[in-house]
């Protein structure tokens, strides 16, 4: 609990649970000590309660662990605490009721010791020591002494003439602001302090530090503004019509007017009323770089000089600016204004009103013409060394720009018809502002003027050669001169420089830019822009979309950018990159560079129209030009030569080549390429990969190399060679050799080893040609040479067809097409003589090897057993002893074997087949049709197929199935095994010589067996004959003839199943 000690002995003190200690004493005048040392809780020491007395009160706190809270009540009072963050009231408050406290009055004294401290001086003549630490300290009303000591604290003097002392510490100290009633006095002592609201007479000291001093003057009244040591910054407002000169320098700031300024390195802010303000800046020095603000308000002001390297000024009336030296910003607003800028970077807003801007040699900025008809100067510069550097943007007036000196103008036209000025003249402007000006050709060579048309409504024609600017939007062109560079608009803009280095952009839609002479930089931006850079070395950008670009002369850089653009570098060592997009570069004469970027890119010399041939090396990224310039080319894949005899190799990408006219020789490398000889004599190598190839006119000579290759001779005489892979090679027009590889015909190793696995397709075309090859040989029209293996098919035209004397292609048996004419033809005994394609049916011999067609056409043969119909009707015949398969196709056929082993097929057809006496083993299919078949003295199958058959067996021992539809059997003499298959089949056995017929599938409900002519008197004489056996019964119809019918048995068969 705590301690406390009354030495006035008065017995109303009591201290409650609560650690609050209650004085009411009536006559006052109490001494109260309270020792806190043990407390736990907080203490509020509350004297001088009570009764109507104003007494003076002392009140100790000693506190080693506790906050206090003191309220010494009304009167003049001293308060002393000990450490600790305390709260102190003077006099603010007189306890009344219990929960009620009215301000009270009195001179105090109060030291709040160290700790975070919060003091209220209340009415009277206060002191007020805050201590050590950061407090917080209001004198209120009255003339207070308010003294910060160590720590950073916030003093306010109140009301009345007040001195405020910071001490050590970053303070914020404050006189109490317009209005306030009296003389104040801060102080601010040492570090970084902040003197606020300072007005009327008061005087204001920072001190050590760098501090900062605002002040609000009212009417104009007497200060002393003195910031000290330190780098001070001072923020200042006139009230009324002001007349104040500012010399601001290396020395601090003063000022000539109603209140000193010393020791202010710098004027942050300054802001005046209504009336007609004269503001004088002087500055010698640059400064720290801080930025300054003038508000100058209503009426006709003149500001001279600047507040600080970086300004910023509002005004409002018809005014005259002199900007300073650092980076300001001016807003003129309404009014006819001058401003002048003479040196730093600024922002002018010339505002409303005709105006007029002058900046000096060495500045910089961005100046707003406004809505007036305004005008822009810059004055004359002694050398190069102090350029200018401004974009002006031109309003809704008819303005006038007018560079005088060196330096970069970027120049924004805005709604008016707007001149750059060309001749030495004098113009006044809207508001009867002047600007002299005089312009000297002599200047042009370090003055750059651009000339900016993005914000224009409607696309512009631009020629700084005629010194005009046509705006689709406006009535009349703008007048342009000493024009460098232009920027046309987001519409389509036509844009021709003159004969200095010109920067031409056309931003967005299709554009069409010319840089005539000069090294200019040309950017189509985007859209499909038309490009000429003319004469020079110049610069240009494609932009996006596809581009159409010409170098020009000159050693040009051309960027293609986005899009598929084409690219005419010209004359001159010229370097160009593609970049994204399909393109295609004419290098032109000169030692150039060429990348193609990504895409397929061509590299086209068709174009450059020099006097000999090129010489291109893709794998080697080299290329000797038309002119004898060698070239550095990568990322090319395309590339199209000249009229003349060029040298063309690919590399390892998918190339394609396009020769032109001339004698070529073309290798794709590596890669699926694509060659084109043109017309003349050329040489043509695929290369690895599978390639297209195409010689086009004249005599060719084209080799696929690796790879699955198609080739195409076109017209001439060309000789054409697949090599390896599966290749296509057709001949076209001309004389043409097609050769799968080159090799003997004869040679029979050469000819497994090169064709094994392979399956070419070739096609001679038109004119006499000669094929080599394994696959689908073709000859087309003339009278063709066609040797291999595959399918040989001479067309039309009196051909000769030779098959290898080797094996087959992928198991296919070789076929022989002779076509159209009168063909000669030489087979081996695997081939197959085929007339499929024939219109009309054929009769082919292969006994006399001689085949005939009802046009006429007579084709002789060799060596060949196997044959093959037409879809018609026609008539073969088997060769002699020898093994023949003959096939009828469609139509009605007539086909006769021999004596060999035959397989004949009838397809489709009432065909009539028939075998020789003799045969060991033959193979008879009927097909599709009712067909009639006769088996003579053979041993051998019969299939009779669909259709209604009708099959003769004579000294046989064959078997036969009917298959589908009613089927006749006649079995005259010998053994036959027959199966009716599907329908309804008559079954006719002769009484011959050995006759022995076994009948499987025998339907009792539908057909009979005929043996009338064995006479038999009844079915039970014959049943007399019958011998059961398991699955089927036996008959003896004679002693040499019998009868098997299986899947019966005796007990099943009635007389119904015979014809007797």
Same mark, same amino acid.
């Given at each position: 609990?705590?301690?406390?000690?009354?030495?006035?002995?008065?017995?109303?003190?009591?201290?409650?649970?609560?650690?609050?200690?209650?004085?009411?004493?009536?006559?006052?005048?109490?001494?109260?000590?309270?020792?806190?040392?043990?407390?736990?809780?907080?203490?509020?020491?509350?004297?001088?309660?009570?009764?109507?007395?104003?007494?003076?009160?002392?009140?100790?706190?000693?506190?080693?662990?506790?906050?206090?809270?003191?309220?010494?009540?009304?009167?003049?009072?001293?308060?002393?605490?000990?450490?600790?963050?305390?709260?102190?009231?003077?006099?603010?408050?007189?306890?009344?009721?219990?929960?009620?406290?009215?301000?009270?009055?009195?001179?105090?004294?109060?030291?709040?010791?160290?700790?975070?401290?919060?003091?209220?001086?209340?009415?009277?003549?206060?002191?007020?020591?805050?201590?050590?630490?950061?407090?917080?300290?209001?004198?209120?009303?009255?003339?207070?002494?308010? $003294?910060?000591?160590?720590?950073?604290?916030?003093?306010?003097?109140?009301?009345?003439?007040?001195?405020?002392?910071?001490?050590?510490?970053?303070?914020?100290?404050?006189?109490?602001?317009?209005?306030?009633?009296? #003389?104040?006095?801060?102080?601010?002592?040492?570090?970084?302090?902040?003197?606020?609201?300072?007005?009327?007479?008061?005087?204001?000291?920072?001190?050590?530090?760098?501090?900062?001093?605002?002040?609000?003057?009212?009417?104009?009244?007497?200060?002393?503004?003195?910031?000290?040591?330190? %780098?001070?910054?001072?923020?200042?407002?006139?009230?009324?019509?002001?007349?104040?000169?500012?010399?601001?320098?290396?020395?601090?700031?003063?000022? $000539?007017?109603?209140?000193?300024?010393?020791?202010?390195?710098?004027?942050?802010?300054?802001?005046?009323?209504?009336?007609?303000?004269?503001?004088?800046?002087?500055?010698?020095?640059?400064?720290?770089?801080?930025?300054?603000?003038?508000?100058?308000?209503?009426?006709?002001?003149?500001?001279?000089?600047?507040?600080?390297?970086?300004?910023?000024?509002?005004?409002?009336?018809?005014?005259?600016?002199?900007?300073?030296?650092?980076?300001?910003?001016?807003?003129?607003?309404?009014?006819?204004?001058?401003?002048?800028?003479?040196?730093?970077?600024?922002?002018?807003?010339?505002?409303?009103?005709?105006?007029?801007?002058?900046?000096?040699?060495?500045?910089?900025?961005?100046?707003?013409?406004?809505?007036?008809?305004?005008?822009?100067?810059?004055?004359?510069?002694?050398?190069?060394?102090?350029?200018?550097?401004?974009?002006?943007?031109?309003?809704?007036?008819?303005?006038?720009?007018?560079?005088?000196?060196?330096?970069? %103008?970027?120049? #924004?036209?805005?709604?008016?018809?707007?001149?750059?000025?060309?001749?030495?003249?004098?113009?006044? %402007?809207?508001?009867?502002?002047?600007?002299?000006?005089?312009?000297?050709?002599?200047?042009?060579?370090?003055?750059?003027?651009?000339?900016? %048309?993005?914000?224009?409504?409607?696309?512009?024609?631009?020629?700084?050669?005629?010194?005009?600017?046509?705006?689709?939007?406006? #009535?009349?062109?703008?007048?342009?001169?000493?024009?460098?560079?232009?920027?046309?608009?987001?519409?389509?803009?036509?844009?021709?420089?003159?004969?200095?280095?010109?920067?031409?952009?056309?931003?967005?839609?299709?554009?069409?830019? $010319?840089?005539?002479?000069?090294?200019?930089?040309?950017?189509?931006?985007?859209?499909?822009?038309?490009?000429?850079?003319?004469?020079?070395?110049?610069?240009?950008?494609?932009?996006?979309?596809?581009?159409?670009?010409?170098?020009?002369?000159?050693?040009? #850089?051309?960027?293609?950018?986005?899009?598929?653009?084409?690219?005419?570098?010209?004359?001159?060592?010229?370097?160009?990159?593609?970049?994204?997009?399909?393109?295609?570069?004419?290098?032109?004469?000169?030692?150039?560079?060429?990348?193609?970027?990504?895409?397929?890119?061509?590299? $086209?010399?068709?174009?450059?129209?020099?006097?000999?041939?090129?010489?291109?090396?893709?794998?080697?990224?080299?290329?000797?030009?038309?002119?004898?310039?060698?070239?550095?080319?990568?990322?090319?894949?395309?590339?199209?030569?000249?009229?003349?005899?060029?040298?063309?190799?690919?590399?390892?990408?998918?190339?394609?080549?396009?020769?032109?006219?001339?004698?070529?020789?073309?290798?794709?490398?590596?890669?699926?390429?694509?060659?084109?000889?043109?017309?003349?004599?050329?040489?043509?190598?695929?290369?690895?990969?599978?390639?297209?190839?195409?010689?086009?006119?004249?005599?060719?000579?084209?080799?696929?190399?690796?790879?699955?290759?198609?080739?195409?001779?076109?017209?001439?005489?060309?000789?054409?060679?697949?090599?390896?892979?599966?290749?296509?090679?057709?001949?076209?027009?001309?004389?043409?050799?097609?050769?799968?590889?080159?090799?003997?015909?004869?040679?029979?190793?050469?000819?497994?080893?090169?064709?094994?696995?392979?399956?070419?397709?070739?096609?001679?075309?038109?004119?006499?040609?000669?094929?080599?090859?394994?696959?689908?040989?073709?000859?087309?029209?003339?009278?063709?040479?066609?040797?291999?293996?595959?399918?040989?098919?001479?067309?039309?035209?009196?051909?000769?067809?030779?098959?290898?004397?080797?094996?087959?292609?992928?198991?296919?048996?070789?076929?022989?097409?002779?076509?159209?004419?009168?063909?000669?033809?030489?087979?081996?005994?695997?081939?197959?003589?085929?007339?499929?394609?024939?219109?009309?049916?054929?009769?082919?011999?292969?006994?006399?090897?001689?085949?005939?067609?009802?046009?006429?056409?007579?084709?002789?043969?060799?060596?060949?057993?196997?044959?093959?119909?037409?879809?018609?009707?026609?008539?073969?015949?088997?060769?002699?002893?020898?093994?023949?398969?003959?096939?009828?196709?469609?139509?009605?056929?007539?086909?006769?074997?021999?004596?060999?082993?035959?397989?004949?097929?009838?397809?489709?057809?009432?065909?009539?087949?028939?075998?020789?006496?003799?045969?060991?083993?033959?193979?008879?299919?009927?097909?599709?049709?009712?067909?009639?078949?006769?088996?003579?003295?053979?041993?051998?199958?019969?299939?009779?197929?669909?259709?209604?058959?009708?099959?003769?067996?004579?000294?046989?021992?064959?078997?036969?199935?009917?298959?589908?539809?009613?089927?006749?059997?006649?079995?005259?003499?010998?053994?036959?095994?027959?199966?009716?298959?599907?329908?309804?089949?008559?079954?006719?056995?002769?009484?011959?010589?050995?006759?022995?017929?076994?009948?499987?599938?025998?339907?009792?409900?539908?057909?009979?067996?005929?043996?009338?002519?064995?006479?038999?008197?009844?079915?039970?004489?014959?049943?007399?004959?019958?011998?059961?056996?398991?699955?089927?019964?036996?008959?003896?119809?004679?002693?040499?003839?019998?009868?098997?019918?299986?899947?019966?048995?005796?007990?099943?068969?009635?007389?119904?199943?015979?014809?007797?």
């Amino acid at each position: 609990m705590p301690t406390v000690t009354d030495e006035n002995h008065h017995p109303e003190g009591t201290l409650n649970g609560n650690g609050v200690i209650y004085k009411t004493n009536v006559g006052g005048g109490w001494t109260i000590n309270v020792n806190l040392t043990g407390a736990e809780n907080l203490v509020w020491a509350h004297a001088d309660e009570g009764g109507d007395g104003f007494s003076s009160d002392l009140i100790n706190v000693k506190s080693s662990v506790l906050d206090v809270w003191v309220l010494a009540g009304a009167g003049d009072d001293v308060v002393n605490t000990a450490d600790g963050d305390d709260t102190i009231d003077g006099d603010r408050y007189q306890y009344v009721t219990g929960e009620n406290f009215r301000d009270g009055e009195g001179d105090d004294a109060i030291d709040s010791g160290a700790g975070n401290d919060v003091v209220f001086g209340g009415a009277g003549d206060d002191q007020i020591d805050t201590g050590a630490d950061d407090d917080f300290a209001l004198g209120e009303a009255g003339g207070d002494v308010v $003294n910060g000591e160590d720590g950073d604290d916030s003093l306010n003097g109140g009301l009345d003439g007040d001195e405020v002392n910071g001490g050590d510490g970053d303070d914020t100290l404050s006189a109490g602001g317009v209005g306030d009633g009296g #003389k104040d006095t801060l102080d601010g002592g040492a570090d970084n302090d902040e003197l606020i609201g300072l007005s009327d007479q008061d005087r204001a000291s920072g001190g050590d530090g760098d501090d900062h001093i605002v002040a609000d003057f009212a009417f104009g009244q007497n200060a002393t503004l003195d910031g000290g040591a330190g %780098y001070d910054v001072a923020e200042i407002t006139l009230r009324e019509a002001a007349d104040v000169t500012f010399v601001q320098n290396e020395n601090g700031a003063t000022v $000539n007017g109603p209140f000193k300024l010393v020791g202010v390195e710098f004027v942050r802010t300054l802001v005046t009323g209504g009336g007609d303000d004269k503001i004088t800046i002087n500055r010698t020095s640059e400064g720290s770089g801080d930025a300054s603000s003038l508000d100058a308000g209503d009426g006709d002001d003149t500001i001279v000089g600047g507040l600080g390297p970086n300004d910023d000024a509002v005004l409002l009336g018809g005014d005259t600016i002199q900007s300073g030296f650092g980076d300001d910003r001016v807003t003129a607003r309404s009014g006819n204004d001058f401003i002048l800028n003479r040196g730093g970077e600024d922002t002018i807003d010339a505002g409303a009103g005709g105006d007029g801007v002058r900046v000096n040699a060495g500045s910089s900025g961005t100046v707003i013409l406004g809505s007036g008809n305004d005008g822009f100067q810059s004055e004359f510069a002694t050398s190069q060394d102090l350029p200018l550097d401004y974009v002006i943007e031109g309003g809704e007036g008819n303005d006038v720009l007018a560079p005088v000196t060196g330096g970069e %103008y970027h120049w #924004k036209p805005g709604a008016g018809i707007d001149i750059i000025l060309t001749v030495d003249d004098g113009r006044t %402007y809207a508001g009867g502002v002047s600007l002299p000006y005089t312009l000297d050709d002599d200047d042009d060579d370090y003055r750059q003027i651009t000339v900016d %048309y993005s914000d224009a409504k409607k696309g512009v024609v631009i020629d700084l050669v005629a010194g005009t600017a046509i705006d689709g939007s406006k #009535k009349f062109p703008d007048r342009i001169a000493f024009v460098d560079d232009a920027i046309g608009s987001r519409f389509a803009d036509t844009i021709s420089g003159d004969d200095s280095e010109n920067r031409l952009s056309g931003e967005s839609a299709a554009d069409i830019l $010319n840089g005539l002479d000069g090294a200019d930089t040309l950017d189509g931006g985007r859209g499909f822009d038309t490009l000429d850079g003319g004469d020079g070395a110049d610069f240009i950008q494609a932009g996006d979309e596809n581009d159409l670009v010409d170098g020009g002369d000159g050693a040009d #850089k051309i960027n293609g950018d986005l899009g598929d653009d084409s690219m005419l570098a010209g004359d001159g060592d010229d370097e160009v990159n593609g970049a994204e997009g399909d393109d295609t570069i004419v290098a032109g004469e000169g030692k150039d560079r060429i990348f193609g970027g990504d895409g397929v890119d061509l590299l $086209n010399f068709l174009e450059e129209l020099g006097d000999r041939g090129v010489v291109v090396r893709l794998d080697k990224k080299t290329a000797t030009d038309s002119f004898g310039d060698k070239d550095k080319v990568s990322e090319i894949e395309s590339v199209r030569g000249t009229l003349l005899a060029d040298t063309i190799v690919g590399d390892d990408a998918d190339n394609t080549v396009n020769a032109s006219d001339g004698a070529d020789r073309l290798d794709g490398g590596g890669g699926i390429d694509t060659l084109n000889g043109g017309a003349g004599n050329d040489t043509v190598l695929g290369g690895a990969g599978g390639d297209l190839i195409s010689g086009e006119a004249d005599n060719d000579t084209l080799s696929g190399g690796l790879g699955d290759d198609t080739v195409f001779g076109g017209l001439g005489n060309d000789q054409l060679t697949g090599l390896q892979g599966d290749d296509v090679l057709d001949g076209g027009g001309g004389k043409d050799t097609l050769s799968d590889s080159q090799i003997a015909f004869d040679d029979v190793f050469t000819w497994l080893e090169a064709f094994q696995g392979k399956a070419d397709d070739m096609n001679g075309g038109a004119d006499a040609d000669t094929l080599l090859g394994a696959g689908w040989l073709k000859g087309g029209d003339g009278n063709d040479q066609v040797s291999g293996l595959g399918l040989l098919d001479g067309g039309a035209g009196n051909d000769v067809l030779k098959v290898a004397k080797v094996g087959d292609v992928d198991g296919v048996l070789p076929k022989l097409i002779g076509g159209l004419g009168a063909d000669e033809i030489h087979g081996g005994r695997q081939a197959i003589l085929s007339y499929d394609y024939s219109k009309v049916g054929v009769t082919v011999s292969l006994q006399t090897g001689i085949a005939k067609g009802a046009a006429g056409d007579v084709d002789t043969f060799d060596g060949l057993n196997n044959v093959q119909g037409s879809k018609f009707g026609d008539t073969l015949k088997a060769a002699k002893g020898e093994s023949s398969i003959l096939s009828g196709m469609d139509g009605n056929d007539t086909i006769d074997g021999s004596t060999g082993s035959d397989i004949i097929d009838g397809g489709d057809g009432d065909d009539v087949l028939s075998t020789d006496t003799g045969v060991e083993m033959d193979t008879i299919l009927g097909g599709e049709g009712n067909d009639s078949i006769s088996a003579q003295a053979f041993s051998g199958s019969i299939e009779g197929g669909l259709g209604n058959d009708v099959i003769f067996f004579e000294g046989t021992s064959a078997t036969a199935d009917g298959g589908a539809g009613a089927d006749i059997f006649t079995v005259l003499t010998g053994g036959a095994e027959i199966t009716g298959g599907t329908g309804v089949d008559q079954y006719r056995i002769r009484n011959g010589d050995d006759v022995h017929v076994i009948i499987h599938g025998f339907d009792r409900a539908t057909e009979q067996i005929d043996l009338t002519s064995f006479r038999f008197k009844s079915f039970n004489d014959l049943m007399k004959r019958a011998e059961p056996n398991d699955g089927f019964v036996a008959f003896k119809l004679t002693n040499e003839d019998t009868l098997e019918i299986y899947d019966l048995r005796i007990k099943d068969l009635s007389a119904d199943d015979f014809l007797l």
